[in-house]
């Protein structure tokens, strides 16, 4: 690590709460729901009422149960991987790399603060959005909030944003990498249960507005949507991992998990999917999240824990969750070839 470079790093992850006590998960609740960018059809006034009066007060104590039982002695996963894949990166390069969440902690402010106090020479931060694929309620999310903060503290530097790297050659490689082992032991099927979305964030999103949903195979049509579009996104992802691993199509398909509220979201919803594959025949299943680069709540409690119980209860046989890459070397190697 270089203090006198003119260049440093930060990965930008989602986010979790400082503890699994049901003040901290509140808190951490609290001002992941009062995004505009995660719920955004309502007024402010309407969603502070939504939001503390109802739903936090209502999800914390579960949400709570449910970090304590993905918990670490080290901490959170999420921040604990996210640590690790901050040190194998900066064995790759000599730019100082750090850390930063869109909620929580470690802020990006600290990030900043901390880069340009022990960097004289800091001329430019990359920031690296720990989601591959563009949605209002990650990528942009946490892209915007960066970049207000940035202006707002008038940090001498640049900052430079990687842009989605779903389809990038660095980024297949490396998943179809992680996944490859996992290919050796017997199974039928493999669904990549990405993370939901409401189905009016792609209109939202749509720069045509007239592209996304218009029709069934839209994802499939040429558009200049495709560059926000995070369902033609999540669905190249797949086809470009599964092509690379050699996989016929109908030996695996996709979903959507972690639905919220009673408006339609992306389709199909994973937990049905889970219910419905064991009556197809679909018995031995491997499941993957390509969402999320780490392991976190929805991977660990969602997909590992209570979906392996809904597909074993349907009446399924094996059910093998493939981890997120976490720190697989062909990640580490993907994240710092984009620093150059």
């Known amino acids: 690590m270089n203090l006198n470079a003119e260049k440093a790093v930060v990965l930008m992850n989602l986010g979790s709460p400082d503890s699994p ?3 901290d998960v509140r808190r951490y609740l609290n001002e992941f ?8 059809k309502y007024s402010y006034l309407f969603r502070l009422l939504l939001v503390k009066g109802i ?3 209502f999800r914390a104590p579960k949400s709570a149960h449910a970090y304590k039982t993905i918990w670490t002695n080290e901490g959170s996963p999420l921040i604990v991987i996210s640590k690790k894949l901050k040190e194998a990166v900066q064995a790759y390069t000599e730019y100082p790399v750090e850390i930063a969440m869109r909620y929580a902690n470690p ?9 340009a106090a022990t960097m004289p020479n800091l001329k430019e931060v990359i920031l690296v959005p720990m989601y591959p694929h563009y949605a209002m309620s990650s990528f942009e999310t946490g892209v915007v909030y960066a970049q207000e903060i940035h202006a707002k503290e008038s940090y001498s530097f640049q900052l430079n944003i990687i842009a989605p790297y779903y389809n990038k050659a660095e980024y297949i490689n490396a998943m179809s990498a992680n996944i490859a082992p996992y290919l050796q032991q017997d199974y039928n099927h493999i669904l990549f249960s990405f993370h939901g979305i409401p189905e009016r964030h792609l209109a939202v999103s749509d720069p045509t507005h007239n592209h996304c949903l218009s029709c069934d195979n839209c994802c499939k049509l040429p558009s200049e949507a495709h560059k926000t579009c995070y369902r033609h996104q ?9 092509n690379q691993l ?3 199509k109908e030996k695996y398909s996709y979903a959507f998990q972690s639905r919220l509220g009673r408006e339609p979201w992306l389709k199909p919803y994973t937990d049905f999917r889970l219910a419905d594959m064991p009556k197809e025949g679909i ?4 499941i993957l999240c390509p969402a999320f680069v780490s392991d976190c709540l929805e991977t660990l409690e969602e997909i590992e824990m209570r979906g392996k119980e809904i597909f074993i209860e349907a009446g399924g046989e094996t059910y093998q969750m493939i981890p997120c890459m976490n720190v697989h ?3 580490v190697k993907a994240v710092a070839s984009w620093l150059q």
């Open 21 to 23: 006590e049901v003040k």
């Open 33 to 40: 729901l009062m995004d505009n960018r995660v719920i955004d």
């Open 55 to 57: 739903i936090v007060p």
């Open 107 to 115: 802020s990006p402010k600290a990030a900043f603060d901390k880069l």
């Open 234 to 242: 999540c669905l190249e992802t797949m086809n470009l991992v599964m």
């Open 246 to 248: 050699n996989i016929p």
């Open 283 to 286: 018995k031995k299943l491997l």
């Open 329 to 331: 070397p062909e990640w």
